[in-house]
C-alpha cells in the first residue's frame, strides 16, 4: 500500500519538474536577452542607478533620492518594453501564489495540499466528480429558498455566513446534483474542495485503522481541504470503533479549524441522531455553526 513517503516523494517531484520547466524557459530567454546590446545597457544602467539610490538612501539626501527613485522607475518601465518586443517565451506557472515553489507567506502553499490530495485520493482509488454548473440546473419552484441559499454560500466562499450546510431530504431531491455545483464553483477559486461519497470516506477510515495507510496524512488532508462535501451520509455501513468515532473525529477537527462542510443525507436530523451518537449529532447540527437545509418534494431529479 502507498505509504506517506511516497506520497510526498511524488510532490516533491512535481515541484522538481515544475521547476526544471521553468529553468529551461529561463535559460532560453537569458539567452535572448544577453544577445541584446541595448538589453545589456539599460540593465547596466538600472544596477548603477540602484547603488546611487543606495548611496543617496544612507545619506539621506531627499532631493537625490527622489531624482533616483524616478530614475530607477524609468530604467524599469524601458527594460519592460524592451522584453516585450523580444519574443520571450512566456513563464507559465501552474500556481500562481507560490509561482510553482510549494511556499507562499512562509507556509506551504495550497497547491502542495492539493496535489497531495490528488495523489491520496488516487491512491486510495477515489476519483473526483464532473463538474457541475448552477447554470445547468432548472429550479424546482419548491426548492427555490433552498437554491437561493446555496448558490449564495459557493458564490461567498470561503466568506460564508456560515460554514456547515446540511442537505437533507428525500432521494432524487437534488441535494447531490447542487452540492457538486458548490464543489465546482469553490474548485474554480484558490480553494481546495474534496468531494467524497460517505461509502469511499468510511473505505478509508478503514484503511486508516488498519494503518493500510498513512492515518495521520490521510486526515491531514481530509481536515484541511476548504472545503469537504460528504454525500449520502447514513448509507454507509457502520463500522464498530471506526465509522462514527472517524467521522466524529473529523468533522470536529474541521469545525475547530474553522473549515467548511457541506454533508447530504437522506437522513432526518432525528434520524441522525439515531443512527450516530449525540456527540456527532450535536456536532453537525450546532446551529451555529451549520445550517440544517431540508429538501423535501416529490422529485426534484426529474426537473433537472
Ligand atoms: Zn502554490
Redesign the pocket.
Known sequence: MIKSKFLIDKVNDKYFNLKAEKYAVKRYNDDILNGNAEYIELENGLGKAKFELAKAEYQENAEQIKKLSTEVEIYKARIEKLKATLNLAPVKY???????????EGKR????Y?YLTQLALESLGVSEPEDADFSSLIQNPKLAKQFKVIKNYADNFPKTQINNLIFSGNVGTGKTELAKCVLTSVKKSDNIALYLTSTELNAIFVKMHTSEVDRNLIFEVLSDADLLIIDDLGTETIYKNVTVEYLLSLVSNRIEKGKHLIITTNLTDKELLQRYNERFTSRILDKSKSLFIPFYSDDFRKLI
Open positions: 501552474a500556481c500562481n501564489i507560490c509561482k510553482d515553489t510549494g511556499y507562499a502553499c495550497k497547491c502542495y492539493k
